[in-house]
């Protein structure tokens, strides 16, 4: 689920004729954020500026759907220090070295580095900053495909369901294939238009905006989708790159190489659907690639809430006061329930008082041990906040994996608090075309779009996705248990919900102009997370 943002993006774009050829102290005094609805409609482009950190800015003052993060550090916690609080984030791995996190690092100080030995006896060996549940593991595949494969030793009900979904991914392979290497040329053909127009091979967004097209419609056309694409994917070439990973997917499923590849049993020799086996994993917490590739999504994420803060290097996570505990439990495709179950525990016994899960699937095999473990977190007061997905539909009624209730059940906790993701555009596209929605099964909105943060060695880069949304209130939540400790994780959670901003509007969801709802009926609180707001009420408690 977290990769599915970027299929939702390009189909919106070529639907759209774009790419067709492609706690402590007092009550705090300060009012609320009230009524927002008579803001006006921002007119003009982000800046520069704007675009890199619009989820921290204020929609009152700014006219940015942002979180008002810059207005809470400058009127709210100004001068003031907070308690430590630890964020486990359970991703693709983190590098730790990273210039603006290798600071905000969570370090188990009863484990003796590199000794060989479980010095505090957790089970886990050398674990000083968190574990990697997933080994050497890179590439593996979706939970659909692995059910598939493995649909002897599996229940009925659930290989059915599986098996529906693979072949019917078969069936439309073919024409999405072809789809793909149609965009891939067209990219191309842009690609060359605006290397012959800057004169350069490597071009940035800033000199795409200083092309002078004149008559020429091609490059009219070529000019007008790098001004869509590079805010998101910096340049053509890490397009290109994505739609070639999409045709080599399609391509490896059409020959049945999903079925016959186990990631698992060659790399890890472990049994996903055995709880009770030898701990598995290592302590490399941004994976086995050298380059750090694989990581760069943890990495991001990490980023978004704790990248540290005014120093003069790129990017400020929302929180302060915090140390981000890794846990590599996330691989390219989809996660394992028994990595995520264990991941969830690994950080509720070692301290960690908010995990960020900016992962998920429609399938499962184990989903009680997930359910499990987010009740385990709940009795030791953890946090969890839950990225709702990328695929543009409303999970009332479509299961997604993890979340806390069936459908639009009831919930099994307090302390799970499901995510979904905002555009900078406030009116009608203020939902991200890619969002999931729901009245009963997403609880909050959050920035998402074109979210700029840290990548692997020491670069910054945008990404979105629900899985960026979730980091944001991530931070929000670590702020709210920094400055006030005694708060619960079922307490925060309502502050969040409860403090937030709400609008009358109508938003376009699924990236369908045809299909609107009232954004109040498209989460359980009607609301857009809000630091400065979630302050005030924390105040009060």
Known sequence: MKYSIFKSTLLTIAAAGLLTSCG??????????????????????????????????????????????????????????????????????????????????????????????????????????????????????????????????????????????????????????????????????????????????????????????????????????????????????NLKDLLQGEVDGLTALLNGDKLKTNYRKDLLNDDPYVWDTPVYGNNEYSGPDPEKADAFHGTHVAGIIAAERDNGLGVNGVANHVEIMVLRAVSQADEYDKDIAKAIRYAADNGAKVINGSFGKYHSTNAQWVWEAIKYAESKDVLFVNAAGNEGIDTDFTQVYPQDQVLAGAEISDNFLTVGALNFEYGSGLVANFS??????????????????????????????????????????????????????????????????????????????????????????????NLYNALIIASRI
Request: no cysteine; proline share 4%.
């Open 24 to 237: 402590s102290g007092g009550a705090i005094v300060s009012p609320p954020i009230g009524n927002i609805d008579s803001t006006p409609l921002k007119t003009q482009a982000l800046t520069e500026e704007q675009a890199r950190n619009w989820k921290d800015y204020d929609l009152v003052t700014d006219t940015i759907p942002g979180m008002s993060v810059n207005k809470a550090y400058t009127e709210l916690l100004n001068g003031k220090k907070g308690k430590t609080v630890v964020v486990a984030v359970i991703d693709s791995g983190i590098d730790i070295e990273h210039e603006d996190l290798d600071g905000v690092i969570w370090t188990n100080t009863d484990e003796i580095p590199n000794n060989g030995k479980d010095d505090d006896n957790n089970g886990y060996i050398d674990d000083v900053h968190g574990w990697n549940f997933l080994g050497d593991i890179i590439d593996e595949n979706l939970e659909y495909e692995r059910i598939v494969r493995d649909k002897a030793m599996l229940p009925a009900d659930i290989v059915a369901k599986a098996q529906e979904e693979y072949d019917a991914k078969v069936e439309a392979a073919q024409q999405e294939k072809a789809f793909y290497e149609q965009q891939i040329a067209a990219v191309e053909g842009f690609d060359s238009k605006l290397e012959a127009a800057t004169g350069k091979n490597e071009y940035t967004l800033e000199d795409v905006n200083a092309v002078e097209t004149g008559e020429d419609e091609e490059l009219v056309q070529a000019k007008g989708i790098a001004q869509r694409v590079f805010p998101q994917y910096e340049n053509f070439k």
């Open 436 to 529: 999931n929605y729901g009245k009963s099964s997403v609880d909050v909105f959050a920035p998402g779009v074109a979210i700029y943060s840290t990548a692997p060695n020491n670069e910054y880069r945008n990404a979105g996705g629900t899985s960026m949304a979730s980091p944001a209130v991530a931070g929000v939540a670590a702020v709210i248990r920094s400055q006030y400790p005694k708060l619960t994780a079922s307490q925060v959670k309502h502050v969040i919900m409860d403090s937030g901003l709400t609008t009358s509007a109508r938003v376009v969801l699924g990236g369908d102009a045809e299909d609107t709802k009232a954004f109040g009926e498209t989460t359980v609180s009607g609301k857009m997370v």
